[in-house]
């Protein structure tokens, strides 16, 4: 079983709808959080943490859910900017920062 | 100013040859790492220093070999290149403490012919 594991992409949606993407992480130590964002040739980089609680950042709502070993990313009223690959990114406990990504979601959103 | 930066950003070179990466982050973080993206697009760690000493060494060949000079850079040499190690290599730095996100820099597109 993969580490990180996503779901398989790639989604394409019209402007303006829902979109909700899922994660499972197999140490149940671990102990942080993320979601990333990854354009076409380009760097990594941070969208949000994800909290115990759940929290939202704009469009975007991300959920926690430790027993099932479970992360979402919902984004609401996509826009064509939002296109790009979403990485669910855990961090183990004792891992000395070490961070492991999943492959990644590729959303493409559409006029 | 780059928080991150990375040089070379492309890397066109022999198979055999010796290259270096170099990394520099100005944003006072303690831990940097360097990160592998293969053609398959999974980011897999390579090695993290914090404080100039490293704390964690995945399963690497020995043909690659880190070095921090400083904790606000760390460098990646690679001996006797070989066609598998074409990928992107990205630079990361973050802050000491569980829960530090990872800044990265823009990557580094290593080819070998």
């Known amino acids: 079983r993969k580490e990180v594991e996503q779901d398989p992409g790639p989604f394409n949606v019209p402007e303006g709808a829902t979109v909700a993407f899922n994660c499972t992480y197999s140490n149940s130590a671990s102990q942080s959080f993320f979601w990333y964002r990854q354009d076409c040739r380009k760097e990594p980089k941070l969208l949000m943490s994800v909290y115990s609680s759940g929290n939202e950042d704009g469009r975007f709502t991300a959920q926690l859910n430790r027993a099932s070993q479970y992360i979402s990313l919902l984004i609401r009223d996509s826009k064509l900017s939002d296109s790009a690959t979403y990485l669910c990114v855990v961090n183990g406990s004792n891992q000395g920062g070490k961070l492991i990504f999943g492959q990644g979601t590729e959303l493409s959103v559409k006029p | 100013d780059t928080a991150v930066s990375q040089t070379p950003k492309y890397l066109v070179t022999q198979m055999g040859n010796d290259k270096s990466i170099k990394c520099e982050q100005n944003?006072?973080?303690?831990?940097m790492y360097w990160y592998k993206q293969d053609s398959k697009k999974f980011l897999k760690i390579m090695f993290s220093?914090?404080?100039?000493?490293?704390?964690i060494n995945e399963t690497v060949p020995n043909r690659f070999s880190p070095k921090s000079p400083d904790k606000a850079h760390l460098n990646l040499h690679i001996n006797s290149l070989e066609l598998g190690d074409s990928a992107v290599y990205f630079c990361?730095?973050?802050?000491?403490?569980?829960?530090?996100?990872?800044?990265f820099g823009d990557g580094t597109r290593l080819s070998i012919l």
């Open positions: 220093y914090n404080n100039k000493e490293l704390i």
């Open positions: 990361a730095s973050s802050g000491t403490g569980l829960g530090q996100p990872q800044h």
């Open positions: 944003l006072g973080h303690d831990t």
